[in-house]
């Protein structure tokens, strides 16, 4: 706007039309005089955010969505209506958030009363995390802030929800790993905070644990800070290093030295993710060495335990539903507090560590 000669408070008009009238179509802001329009257009300026061209739905009401980019590259989305069990017990939940209070009924026919959004923020990932769909497409390329904060707006939008009066929770857990994306991550997040009008305390992040990344988002204020999850996955480095190639670069210990520097808001607490592998992590004396790991941090955690969804062409197997219980009963024995992540839309490769932009589902 300032390039064009316009007034500041034309650039919040626009980014009002963007993210909250989740408009397309320069020509829809009628907010901007004609005349503006018509300069910008011819500047070469367009909006828009990725479509969503391609909709799974599971039996379970969660929606998989194939989400096109303007370069025609694809990323995936996931709505969970009532969301999956991830998002309970880290300082999120009504009871314990300041935030607008929201009717629990369900209003103009809308048959959910909350729900999580699983946002990916690369085209591929390069991790290569063993279990992971994901990893098969390597690196393709990083999204842009709008790129990312779009696939939120074009499922608000999918779903007319109301920010601010309908409960949403982000996860940042898609396909790629944000922390290696850490710019155009960060300011998704700042879009989504200040234009979108969600709280961070709503947004979690999951890095598969990159260093450099968790010391510079423990720089970020409360304003704009996303809780924390450390994909952790297994009960030691050797294990680890296994399943993450990552854990040889940046071990469990320099990664938890790492997620002490991110200072926590009142009754927050660090997710650590721990998917099941069926022989491979989810042993009895597994748990006993997760849950001395967890203690020793002396940080305020949780254990989001997740059964391992299975994918075409990785050879793992899924835990046992008795191994589970035994783990997560061996966990809660050491005071660990632990939270079952309830696989959402396994039948359409929209569960964790599924999204691969299968199309044959
Ligand atoms: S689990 Fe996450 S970090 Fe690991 S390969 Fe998959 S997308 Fe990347």
Avoid at 226 to 233: E, G, R
Wanted: with cysteine.
């Amino acid at each position: 706007m300032a390039a064009l000669g316009a007034p500041a408070f034309r650039a919040g008009q626009l980014a009002e039309a963007i993210y909250r009238q989740r408009l397309t179509d320069l020509e829809a802001v009628t907010t901007l005089p004609l005349e503006l329009r018509r300069r910008l257009r011819e500047s070469g300026w367009q909006i828009g955010r990725p479509s969503i061209v391609q909709v799974f739905q599971s039996q379970d009401g969660t929606e998989r969505y194939l989400v096109r980019c303007a370069d025609e590259q694809t990323v995936e989305t996931v709505w969970m209506p009532e969301g999956d069990g991830g998002e309970a017990g880290d300082g999120s939940e009504p009871e314990t958030d300041d935030g607008p209070e929201i009717e629990p009924g369900r209003r103009k026919g809308k048959t959910w009363s909350r729900a999580t959004i699983c946002v990916s923020s690369q085209v591929g990932c390069a991790v290569n995390c063993q279990f992971c769909l994901t990893a098969k497409l390597g690196l393709q390329r990083n999204l842009s802030a709008g790129e990312i904060a779009g696939q939120v707006v074009a499922v608000l939008d999918r779903h007319a929800v109301e920010v601010g009066r309908d409960r949403i929770n982000l996860v940042f857990m898609g396909m790629g790993e944000p922390l290696l994306n850490y710019d155009n991550f960060m300011a998704a997040v700042r879009l989504l905070v200040e234009e979108v009008g969600i709280s961070p305390r709503r947004m979690t992040v999951s890095t598969s644990g990159i260093v450099p990344g968790i010391e510079r988002f423990a720089q970020e204020t409360d304003a704009v800070r996303p809780k924390l999850a450390l994909s952790l996955n297994a009960p030691n480095n050797e294990i680890r290093g296994e399943l993450m190639p990552i854990n040889r670069k940046w071990p469990i210990e320099a990664v938890i030295d790492a997620v002490r520097k991110v200072p926590l808001r009142a009754r927050e607490r660090v997710t650590f993710e721990y998917v099941l592998l069926g022989g491979v992590t989810d042993r009895p004396e597994h748990a006993a060495e997760v849950a001395r790991l967890v203690r020793r941090t002396g940080l305020p955690a949780k254990v989001n335990l997740i059964a391992w969804n299975p994918g075409p062409g990785i050879g793992y197997v899924m835990p046992q539903p008795a191994a589970v219980e035994e783990f997560r009963r061996r966990l809660e024995e050491q005071g660990i507090q632990v939270f079952l992540r309830r696989p959402r839309g396994r039948d359409i490769y929209a569960a964790c560590g599924q999204l691969k932009r299968t199309v044959e589902a």
